[in-house]
């Protein structure tokens, strides 16, 4: 069997080492293809082939049509691309990230053709969904009726990686996908009122999520936790929430910078090449001589000119007079760039995943809850708990498809026991675990 693994960035790390163990214990064989030739050779280090990719060289639909099973970590609006070959070439496809409307369109020719297109099988979503449906599965089975489901995910930096930052965080997967988190209006079920927020009211509506052993965290609600009732088989649930999770202070310090209009993506700022983070943020600012910039912002938004919000934008280097140092760009892409010069990862930095669940369910006239949290600690800046927790789901779901122990067909989620049952074993024998506490 031929194995394709397209892109070769921060999260495949652990994906890539899975799969060349498997291939050269197996006999099957790897190629890794990346935009950059010399991100895919590093990865793989001569343990497999590696290749330069790019979607609109023929070469690439050549790659694809010469494999049996593709796994894509791209940027997530290029998987319907690369589907759509798999549909020609009659390629099996796996992907971590969400399933979108263009993909579910492609179910049912997957299905004919007999293919498995999997989605969603990462950390979040993955993981979570893997673990969540363990928990109901196993709570319903024996009887108990779910009314309140709730589920918050987070990646962040282990207590002992840069104790000077005030944020407590680095990008440990797509930054712009950090950037540009959130948008939209969040959507959820509480107590059984529907709840929708805003993004620009978001960072400003957060739950305390208390994590045994780890303290407390603050999350925000993902976009839509309403469709997940029916993809977790809880229609009639009351309360349903799915969200991140950040250290306590990091949403009311973004929010700044989101009110501001810094993630904004929807327009191409003039004279960039020209633009100092300060002038940056000057740029959304009526001209005034009479106070500093970090005044205003502290006024504006009725925050201490010492406080927490303000000493984490000034760390971030908002305030200072060096050049952005791009040529153009969007306020989002502007922030990302700023932001990456101080949340890039650095040799020796340790980041941190933390997933949480909580359940209230009804037993035998009993009301009871069920608390169940994972945590991950990263190696090194390479190989991360991010890379881990993304990559190894999505490199054991691509081994039980190559070795057909997948029967369902079509565009998929791994909710399923043949999915959740096999990688959850799997990921526990590595120290990946769900612990569980009936409160």
């Known amino acids: 069997m031929n194995i394709l693994i397209l892109g070769a960035g921060r999260s495949s790390s652990a994906l890539i080492e899975y799969l060349i163990q498997y291939c050269w214990q197996s006999g099957h064989r790897l190629t890794v293809a990346d935009a950059s030739l010399v991100a895919a050779e590093t990865r793989v280090k001569g343990r497999a082939v590696a290749k330069a990719f790019h979607l609109e060289d023929p070469s690439t639909i050549e790659l694809i049509s010469q494999a049996d099973v593709v796994v894509s970590l791209l940027p997530a609006f290029l998987h319907i691309q690369i589907a759509r070959h798999c549909l020609i070439f009659q390629k099996h496809l796996l992907t971590a990230s969400y399933i979108s409307e263009d993909m579910k369109e492609l179910g049912d020719e997957a299905q004919k053709k007999g293919l498995v ?68 209006t969040a959507k959820f079920l509480q107590e059984g009122a529907y709840k929708y927020v805003p993004y620009h009211q978001l960072f400003t509506r957060t739950t305390e999520v208390e994590v045994p052993g780890y303290g407390k965290f603050e999350g925000y609600a993902n976009r839509d936790s309403l469709k997940y009732r029916e993809t977790y088989g809880l229609q009639d649930v009351q ?101 990456n010069k101080r949340w890039c990862l650095q040799p020796g930095d340790q980041d941190f995943v933390v997933m949480w669940h909580r359940l209230v369910y009804h037993k035998q006239g009993q009301v009871k809850t069920l608390q169940a949290y994972l945590t991950s600690v990263g190696d090194d800046e390479i190989h991360t ?36 049952q096999p990688i959850l074993k799997e990921l526990a024998e590595r120290g990946i675990a769900l612990k569980e506490v009936e409160l």
Not at 136 to 160: C, M, N, R, W, Y
Not at 289 to 318: C, H, N, V
Request: glycine share 8%; net charge neutral; aromatic share 10%.
């Open 239 to 339: 309360t349903m929430i799915r969200g991140t999770l950040r250290n306590h202070g990091y949403c009311k310090a973004w929010n700044v910078l989101v009110q501001l209009g810094c993630c904004d993506d929807s327009y191409l700022m003039e004279d960039v090449a020209n633009l100092t983070h300060e002038s940056f943020i000057e740029s959304f600012f009526r001209p005034d001589t009479r106070k500093s910039l970090e005044q205003r912002i502290a006024d504006r938004f009725s925050l201490s000119p010492t406080g927490d919000e303000m000493t984490r934008l000034k760390w971030s280097g908002f305030f200072s007079s060096e050049k952005v140092g791009l040529t153009s760009g969007t306020p989002a892409q502007i922030t990302e760039h700023i932001l």
């Open 117 to 184: 297109f999997l989605n969603e099988c990462g950390l979040d979503p993955g993981i979570d969904h893997m673990s969540a449906m363990q928990l109901i599965d196993d709570v319903t089975s024996k009887g108990g009726h779910i009314t309140s489901f709730e589920s918050f995910t987070g990646g962040l930096i282990a207590p002992q990686t840069a104790p000077e930052n005030p944020w407590r965080y680095k990008f440990t997967w797509n930054p712009r996908n950090v950037v540009l988190a959130g948008q939209g």
């Open 385 to 420: 708990a991010m890379a881990k927790t993304v990559g190894l789901p999505l490199a054991m779901a691509t081994r039980l498809v190559v070795e057909n122990k997948i029967k369902q067909r079509g565009v998929l989620l791994p909710i399923t026991p043949e999915f959740y």
